[in-house]
Each structure stands twice: as C-alpha cells, then as structure tokens.
C-alpha cells in the first residue's frame, strides 16, 4: 500500500494533489519526490521510491537516462517518449513521458501519463457528454409526446360514450390502455428529473440488503445473491432511495439475463463492496471511493449493444424498455458517481464508483 504521509521537500507537496504520475529526481537518476499517484500506479511506498534509480522502473532505462543527460547538458527544454513502466507484481503499463528540468538547479521533472488511464478518462468524458445529451432529448421528447397522448386518451374515451356496439368499444379500450402504457413509459422518463435530491446519511450495505431481499422474493428459486462486503466502508451523503432504485435496476437486469441458469438453478449473483484508494474517474481524483459491484454467472451483455446498454431504450431482452440501465447511471451520476460494466461470456462485472468524504 502507498503510503500517504506528507514528506519530502516542502515545495513538491503540492504535487499530491495532481492525478498525473508526477516524479521529480536529481539528474543522476534517483528521485528526490514521487507524488501519491505515481506511489498508487507502483505500488510502492514514497520512503521506498526516494533516492531509488528511477530509470530501473522503465522495461528500457536507456531511454530516461538519454534524456536525463541531454536535460543536464541544456540540449532541450522538455523531451516527450512512450515507453513501459513496471510496477509491483503486475505487468508494466505503457506511459506517455514528459521529460523537463524545474526552476531548482539539480531537479529534472518526469510526468507521466499512463497511456490506457488516458484512453478511460477520454471514454468516462465521452459517456458524460452523451448522458447529458440524452437526458435533455429525453426531458424534451416526454414532454413533446405527455400533451398529445392526454388528448388522444380522453377523445378516445368521448368516442366509447357515444358508441352502441360493443364490439367496436374494444377499439377505444384498445387506444386508452396504448395512451396508458406510453403515459407510463413518458412518466419513468422524466422521473429523474422530477423529485429533488434527498440526501441523507447512507449506509450501503442496508442498500445491498433492500436490493437482496427484493431481488429473492423475485426470484425465490435458483438464484443466489452472495455477498461479500468490507464492513469497513464508512457512511456517506446520498440519497438513499435513488441509491436502492440504480442498484435494483442493475440487479434485475443482470436477473434477467440469468434466466435460463435460473431454470438450471445455479444462477448467482454477487453484491461485493470495497473502498478504492486514489482513484481517477470523471477526470477527477478522489482519495476514497466506494466501489460496488455487481456480478453475475450469465451469458454476458450481446457484443451487439456493449458499447450502448447506458442508452436510453436500448435493451438485450424482448419486451425490455431500455429505461432501467439508463436511470441507474442517472443516479449514480447525481453522486458524482458513474457505473462501467466488464463482460465476458459466464461473467458480467458492472462496478458503481462514488466519492466518499
């Protein structure tokens, strides 16, 4: 684990606030200062990095300590370089390099940007961009469709009045259910939008139990819902029912999908809960986050819709309105959260990350 205790020089400490893999070091190589994100991405604590040959953490040192000669020597103001940084018992991760000296005679300034962090922060912002997109063409579109459907349901209501035939008066009922079921669809669009935030003190592990007990009384035979929870985890400002409604609409989605193993009887599903440390997501930094998963035993989410199953009406199943994914990650991002999903067929990871205090 990093360690997170402020030390070193005084005027580098400001570089724990920064996301950026940022280390500074003497122009022979060894650090003088790694920040707290560069101690996360190695796994290493910032006592064991200082004074440490920093080019060793590259697959190619070479490459550094060209570029630490050439800062020394005044050939260059910054040079920029991909290469592969090791880390502790995990494989090396392509990094973009930014090589530079400081103001300070001695120091030489590495930032690094870990080159598939960059590829996820670009998708979590593209995702964002779209959901805003679709939240305001949904509000539009409900109301564009809420007055019209008033004056369809009540002419078809005037007209059954006026009608002899039963016969035909199955026509109109016909009309009135379609106006209902669409009023319906309309209203779970804008229900969002509707209530007010209520934020409260949240316990998520009373949202996962809600969440198991609803979801077994659903589904009484041939599903598991396994648990595995860091009771660690503190409480958090939330609103808790938008909370238990984004995890419901995951854990039925990912039910549904279970539905022949269910027939088999060995579905299962697990609600495991963690604290992230220094994590980046919505290109933001946070020191702790709750990180809540839900994973399931099924088939895995249809390669046709992956990269869509956050859009609004899309659904893998018949009969699906496609509204369920979509308002959980509306919530979600109400906390300042956001969901990703992983699949595979026979494992389907959807991860909740929200900032706790």
């Not at 009384?217 to 595995?228: F, K, M, S, T, W």
Request: aromatic share 4%; charged share 20%.
């Amino acid at each position: 684990m990093a360690d997170h205790v402020p030390n070193g020089p005084q005027h580098l400490q400001a570089l724990d606030l920064l996301s950026l893999l940022v280390a500074v070091l003497r122009t022979d190589g060894s650090v003088l200062y790694a920040n707290a994100a560069l101690e996360q991405q190695l796994g290493m604590s910032r006592r064991t990095l200082e004074g440490a040959d920093f080019t060793q953490f590259f697959t190619d040192p070479a490459l550094l300590q060209t570029a630490l000669a050439g800062t020394s020597s005044n050939d260059f103001a910054a040079l920029r370089y991909e290469a592969s940084l090791r880390r502790l018992h995990q494989d090396p991760v392509p990094v973009h390099v930014n090589v530079a000296p400081t103001d300070t005679r001695g120091e030489v300034l590495v930032e690094l940007w870990p080159l598939e962090q960059q590829v996820r922060q670009d998708r979590e912002e593209r995702l964002l961009e779209q959901a805003q997109a679709h939240k305001e063409l949904i509000r539009n579109l409900a109301h564009e469709i809420k007055n019209p459907l008033g004056g369809i349901r009540g002419a078809a209501q005037l007209l059954e009045m006026e009608l002899q035939s039963p016969e035909l008066a199955e026509y109109t009922q016909v009309i009135v259910h379609e106006a209902d079921r669409l009023q319906s669809l309309v209203d779970r669009l804008l229900a969002p939008h509707r209530h007010p935030h209520q934020v409260g003190d949240v316990n998520i592990h009373e949202v996962c139990e809600r969440v198991r007990s609803l979801i077994l009384v659903e589904y009484p035979h041939g599903l598991r819902v396994q648990r595995d929870y860091d009771t660690s985890i503190p409480e958090f400002r939330g609103d808790r029912a938008q909370l238990i409604q984004a995890l419901l609409n995951i854990v039925q989605n990912a039910a549904q999908a279970l539905s022949e193993r269910i027939a088999q009887g060995d579905a299962c599903i697990t609600l495991r809960t963690r604290v992230a440390r220094q994590v980046t997501f919505g290109r933001q930094r946070y020191r702790l986050a709750l990180e809540l998963h839900v994973i399931d035993n099924g088939p895995g989410v249809p390669d046709a819709i992956r990269d869509r199953i956050f859009y609004p009406l899309v659904s893998g199943r018949d009969g699906g309105s496609g509204l369920g994914l979509t308002l959980a990650q509306t919530f979600v991002q109400q906390h300042h959260g956001m969901i990703e999903c992983e699949s595979a067929p026979g494992r389907t990871d959807f991860r909740i990350l929200i900032p706790l205090p």
